[in-house]
């Protein structure tokens, strides 16, 4: 799992990997993401403001088993 915090513009509606996520008023946000896989993972990001436009963001993290 991954801890991930940030901010949007306020009034957006968040999605990570498909999953809708809470925005607080003032455009904070915070989730945890299940990784799926060991090795490298994408973890796309979906922000779409009040008139309908929408920002992908994709990051990559890698997880490693010991």
Do not use: C, H
């Not at 949007?8 to 990997?17: A, F, K, N, V």
């Not at 989730?31 to 009040?50: H, M, P, S, W, Y």
């Amino acid at each position: 799992m991954v801890i991930v915090n940030g901010r949007t513009e306020p009034g957006s509606t968040l999605w990570i990997d498909n999953e809708k996520i809470d925005v607080d008023d003032d455009g904070t946000f915070y989730a945890v993401v299940r990784l799926r896989k060991e090795g490298l993972n994408e973890i796309r990001f979906v922000a779409q403001d009040t008139a309908g436009n929408e920002t992908e963001l994709v990051r990559s993290t890698y997880v490693e088993m010991y």
